[in-house]
């Protein structure tokens, strides 16, 4: 990764000079004289050749923190339809699983942004894949994520590989063997999803039936590298799926990187984004995250935390105020006297 700086010594001068002047004697220098005042040199301005913010953030969900995320926009059209038939039926949503505090009770989840869920959060992320496979917009793909031609198991490939797209509970299956295997942390699974996107969006790809799988095992192969501490060597997974070899995974792997342009950092409202997102995705697909009421030791060390928080808040506060004196303490201050020579 790290790159050396050399100097080279030539007695007749850089060539990028001798080319330079070259350039110079080939390109005359037009003076106001030779324009007329019909025509001219045209100069494009700088902000005519650079994208504005609001169509780089449309174009970079996984980059900008209030670019609206790729598969929350994907989802939104099953859950209007979804709304729309049980209105025009009028179907009743069932009966209510999710639990509601009340004046005796409350009750918390044990998922934060810091903390996340790990199985609530791997259904989250299984469905948020499946909304991208089922609403894509066509099937553009690279040879390299092709499970056909790169297969993932010696078992046969079925014929209609690319046309049939996989259930929620299949990409699920898929994602929980690997994060439990290679036990990966709940995090890492909202990293996968944030390259994913990115992946797709750089690539100008499309997540379908014939190379979701690949897609996903490169994501969580490089979220696993750049988040956790200790991360799982390539080698490892072959362990996992036993007819992959090391070197597709090293190809893969490189190929991942080449495509996000090396770009693998996720800033921390990124991160905070994806998350909420998902839990917005929960909510509309009826996902609950696991509810308990709260407890007398959980409420003393909720109590705690925040007062932890509140007095480093106290303490940054008072760094930030700016020292100056007021009127009311000059009449204690005494004025030195001045030495003339």
Not at 70 to 85: A, G, H, P, W
Not at 141 to 151: N, Q
Not at 255 to 275: G, T
Request: negative net charge; proline residues 4%; charged residues 25%.
């Amino acid at each position: 990764m790290g790159g050396s700086v050399s100097c080279c010594i030539s007695t007749g001068g850089s060539p990028k000079i001798l080319r330079r002047e070259v350039e110079l004697e080939e390109c005359p220098i037009t003076t106001a004289d030779d324009l007329s005042e019909d025509t001219g040199t045209y100069l494009q301005h700088i902000s005519d050749r650079e994208l504005p913010d609001e169509l780089a953030q449309e174009a970079n969900p996984s980059d900008h923190p209030r670019a609206s995320t790729l598969f929350l926009n994907k989802s939104q059209t099953d859950v209007r339809e979804k709304r729309k038939s049980n209105y025009m039926n009028h179907c009743s949503p069932g009966l209510l699983t999710k639990k509601y505090s009340s004046c005796s009770t409350i009750f918390l989840d044990n998922s934060t942004v810091s903390q996340p869920n790990l199985k609530s959060t791997i259904k989250c992320v299984a469905l948020a894949i499946y909304y991208h496979i089922k609403n894509r917009d066509s099937n553009r793909t690279l040879e390299i994520f092709d499970e056909k031609k790169h297969p993932l198991s010696r078992e046969k490939v079925p014929d209609d590989y690319a046309v049939v797209d996989p259930e929620h509970k299949l990409i699920y299956h898929f994602i929980r063997t690997l994060f439990s295997s290679a036990q990966l942390t709940t995090e890492c699974a909202i990293v996968t999803l944030v390259y994913l996107e990115r992946l797709l969006t750089y690539a100008e790809m499309d997540i379908c039936p014939c190379n979701w799988k690949r897609i996903v095992l490169g994501a969580i192969l490089l979220a696993s590298k750049v988040w956790d501490d200790q991360a799982v060597w390539n080698v490892d997974y072959c362990q996992i799926l036993k007819d992959i070899t090391v070197e597709d995974m090293n190809e893969m792997e490189r190929h991942f990187l080449e495509l996000l342009q090396f770009n693998i950092n996720v800033p921390a409202s990124v991160y905070a984004k994806y998350y909420f997102d998902l839990r917005y995705l929960a909510d509309d697909n009826n996902l609950s995250f696991p509810l308990e009421p709260l407890s007398n030791k959980r409420a003393k060390k909720l109590e705690a935390i925040s007062r932890l928080c509140e007095d480093r808040y106290k303490d940054l506060h008072k760094s930030a105020l700016r020292k100056s004196v007021s009127v009311d303490n000059l009449v204690g201050i005494k004025n030195s006297q001045a030495v003339l020579s």
